[in-house]
C-alpha cells in the first residue's frame, strides 16, 4: 500500500467515464469571446454555466483599472498583508466593500474560499458549535473544520430542525454559530432567513450568512438576500466572493462587531495567504462603483432568468427552485445527464454538469448561471437547444423530493 494508493477509486470513477467519450471536468475555454460567449472545441459556445451574473468581466473601467494598477503597482504583492504589509488600494478595497454594505468594519482575503475559511475558523474554535444547513459549500465545511469546533448540520432550510438543535444545546447554544446563504449554488434556492434570525435572536446565537451567490443580485441596491429580506442589522457577519457579480476573484467578509477587526491576527488563511494582486484589486473596486450605479444591470438579469425560466419549463424540465439566475435542470439519470451536457455543448450550449457526490440525495444536474450580458437572441438559443432535448429525457424529478440534507463538500 501507498500513499496514492487511495486515488485507485477516483481512476476508475474517471476511466468510466471517459468510456462514455465525456469528460465535463476536463473542459479547455480555447479562447474567451465576451462575458458570455467564448470557443470550445473550435466552436462559438454560449456559456450559461459560469456565474458571471451582471457580466462585469469585460467592462471597461473595469479593465481600464486593471491595467493601470499593473502599471503602477506591479503584477503581484509577494506576500501575505501580515509579512509584507498592505498596500493602500487593499485599504480602500476594505473601504469600499465595508461602504457598500454600511458596515464598519471588513476584511478582504485573496479568494472567496479563503473568505469562508479565514473567518469561519477563526470565530468559532474548539469549545464551541457550529450549526450549518446541510447544504452549504464546500468551503463552508471546510472553514467549520479548520477551527475545530463542534459541527452539526440541520436539515436544509428547515427552521424547525434549527430551532430544535438549538434547543438541546442549552445554554451553549450562546457560543454557536449559524451558518447559512443567501442563494445556494446547487439548486439556486434561498435561505429562509426572517425565520432564521428570529431563532437566532431567540436562542442568543451567533449568524453568518455567506452571500456569494446574491451579492449584486438580490435587495435594492444588490447587497443580497439580508438586504431584501430587511434583516441586515441582524445578521453578524457577512462574507462573500468577488468571483461572481463582481467578475473578479477574492472575497471578503464584513461586520458590525469591533472584534472582527481581530480576525485579522487569529485567521492563519488571512495571515498565511498572499495578497491580492493589485490589479484585481483594482478591477473589483471599479466594479463595486458599476454595481452601485447600474441597478439596470439587476433589472435586465432578472428579465433574462425569468425568460430562460420560463423556456425550460415550457419545454418540460424541473427545475430545482423559483425563478432565479441559478436553474438546476433535475435529469433522471447520470448516463442521461452527461450525454445531454455533450449534445449542448455540441449545440455551441456550456452548462455545469453537476453529478453525485456533489449534489443534492444523488440527483443528476444540468445547471445554468444566467448573466445579465446574455442577449435576447442567446437565450432563445439556449431555450431551444434544451427543447432540442426534452424529447430523450423524462424529467420528472419533484424538487420536493431532494433531500434537504445532502452532502455536498
Excluded at 500500500?1 to 465525456?22: C, H, T, W, Y
Excluded at 478582504?108 to 458549535?129: C, R
Excluded at 435587495?219 to 429580506?229: D, M, S
Excluded at 442521461?336 to 453537476?354: D, K, P, R, S, T
Aim: proline share 5%; glycine share 10%.
Amino acid at each position: 500500500m501507498s500513499l496514492f494508493d487511495k486515488f485507485l477509486p477516483i481512476q476508475e470513477a474517471r476511466n468510466e467515464l471517459l468510456k462514455s467519450g465525456v469528460n465535463p471536468f476536463h473542459i479547455t475555454v480555447d479562447k474567451i469571446l465576451s462575458p458570455t460567449e467564448a470557443i470550445i472545441n473550435g466552436r462559438t459556445t454560449i456559456l450559461v454555466g459560469t456565474n458571471n451574473y451582471l457580466g462585469l468581466t469585460f467592462h471597461p473601467d473595469a479593465i481600464l483599472a486593471g491595467q493601470q494598477a499593473l502599471a503602477q503597482e506591479g503584477t503581484g504583492t509577494t506576500g501575505s498583508r501580515m509579512a509584507n504589509g498592505s498596500f493602500a488600494s487593499h485599504r480602500e478595497l476594505e473601504k469600499a466593500i465595508a461602504e457598500f454594505y454600511g458596515a464598519p468594519y471588513a476584511i478582504v482575503f485573496s479568494t472567496g474560499y479563503q473568505a469562508n475559511l479565514g473567518v469561519l475558523s477563526a470565530l468559532a474554535g474548539a469549545g464551541d458549535t457550529i450549526l450549518m444547513d446541510g447544504d452549504s459549500h464546500a468551503s463552508i465545511y471546510d472553514g467549520c473544520r479548520l477551527g475545530g469546533a463542534e459541527i452539526i448540520r440541520f436539515k436544509h432550510n428547515d427552521v424547525a430542525d434549527l430551532e430544535k438543535r438549538l434547543r438541546r444545546l442549552g445554554d451553549r447554544s450562546q457560543q454557536t454559530l449559524i451558518v447559512v446563504e443567501g442563494i445556494y449554488s446547487m439548486l439556486g434556492d434561498r435561505a429562509p432567513l426572517a425565520e432564521i434570525v428570529e431563532v437566532k435572536k431567540k436562542y442568543g446565537a451567533t449568524l453568518i450568512v455567506d452571500e456569494a451567490h446574491s451579492l449584486g443580485i438580490l435587495g435594492q441596491h444588490g447587497r443580497g438576500l439580508a438586504e431584501e429580506t430587511g434583516v441586515e442589522q441582524d445578521v453578524d457577519c457577512i462574507v462573500g466572493t468577488f468571483s461572481k457579480s463582481l467578475g473578479s476573484t477574492g472575497g471578503f467578509g464584513i461586520s458590525s462587531h469591533p472584534e472582527f477587526e481581530l480576525i485579522r491576527y487569529a485567521s492563519r488563511p488571512y495571515i498565511f495567504t498572499a495578497s491580492p494582486c493589485p490589479s484585481v484589486v483594482a478591477s473589483t473596486r471599479a466594479t463595486i462603483r458599476i454595481i452601485q450605479s447600474h441597478p439596470e444591470l439587476r433589472q435586465q438579469l432578472w428579465t433574462n432568468s425569468q425568460d430562460l425560466y420560463n423556456g425550460l419549463i415550457k419545454s418540460g424540465y424541473t427545475l430545482g427552485a423559483e425563478v432565479g439566475p441559478i436553474m438546476a435542470a433535475m435529469i433522471p439519470t447520470r448516463e442521461l445527464a452527461l450525454a445531454m451536457w455533450q449534445q449542448l455543448l455540441e449545440y455551441g450550449i456550456y452548462v455545469n454538469l453537476m453529478i453525485p457526490p456533489a449534489t443534492p440525495n444523488g440527483e443528476c444536474l444540468l445547471r445554468l448561471s444566467v448573466s445579465a450580458a446574455h442577449t435576447k437572441k442567446q437565450i432563445e438559443k439556449i431555450i431551444s437547444a434544451f427543447a432540442e432535448l426534452s424529447h430523450i429525457t423524462p424529467t420528472h424529478t419533484n424538487p420536493a423530493q431532494v433531500q434537504p440534507d445532502a452532502i455536498l463538500n
